[in-house]
């Protein structure tokens, strides 16, 4: 089956840069996500990675290495409303639905 | 355009009680799926569905059944709630592919609790 392993909690000072990895164990991969939860909402879709690099997206980047399968979540600059859960996601064998990892609270201080 | 509605978004229930979680989608997407979501443990799988009249078991099925009678629509039931059974409960749904990037939009979340 899927299993992701991520760091539970992270903190970090306004307008620093922080990284929150994430590694799996996959039957088939389709893929490596990353979504945002802020407290009490839903899980909103941050960005994807198929193959091994970076992506960038704004003050957010993501990068995978699927040699090593692992990825991680690149926050720069950050800003008090980056305070929220991150989560990374593999699709299951069939590739059908989401398989999550447990979550890491980012917690950002002035 | 109102995306993936559940309701309700707040039940308590009793010991036994029954209950339907309603899940509706208006993005004509093929894959919709339940989760739940308990502290330090994530979103966890319930069922999911890849269509109308196709389901299957995900993660934590015990418990749940669900339906898929039309694309919108994909309840899911709480046969004889139990207390172990308190979490907040979301809805997904995305567009059917599987090697390609499948973005899910998520729910606002039932919260439910069980006495």
């Known amino acids: 089956g899927q299993s992701l392993e991520q760091p539970s909690e992270v903190t970090a000072v306004e307008g620093a840069i922080v990284q929150i990895n994430c590694t799996y164990q996959t039957s088939g991969f389709y893929g490596l996500s990353w979504y945002q939860q802020h407290d009490g909402g839903a899980p909103t879709f941050l960005s994807y990675n198929a193959l091994d690099g970076l992506e960038e997206t704004g003050r957010f980047s993501s990068f995978l290495s699927r040699s090593d399968s692992y990825g991680y979540l690149l926050l720069q600059e950050l800003q008090m409303k980056d305070s929220a859960s991150y989560f990374c996601?593999?699709?299951?064998?069939?590739?059908?639905?989401?398989?999550f990892g447990k979550g890491t609270t980012l917690s950002v201080s002035s | 355009n109102a995306g993936v509605t559940q309701t309700p978004k707040f039940q308590v229930l009793k010991t036994g009680q029954s209950m339907t979680l309603q899940c509706a989608q208006d993005m004509n997407h093929e894959y919709m799926s339940w989760y739940r979501q308990d502290p330090g443990m994530g979103l966890r799988l319930i069922h999911y569905s890849v269509g109308a009249g196709i389901t299957d078991q995900g993660e934590v099925p015990n418990g749940y059944n669900v339906s898929r009678s039309t694309t919108e629509d994909f309840p899911l039931r709480l046969l004889s709630a139990a207390p172990s059974q308190t979490s907040v409960y979301f809805c997904a749904s995305s567009y059917s592919t599987v090697t390609m990037n499948t973005e899910a939009f998520f729910g606002q979340g039932t919260r439910l609790t069980v006495v």
């Open positions: 996601a593999v699709k299951n064998q069939a590739g059908t639905a989401l398989i």
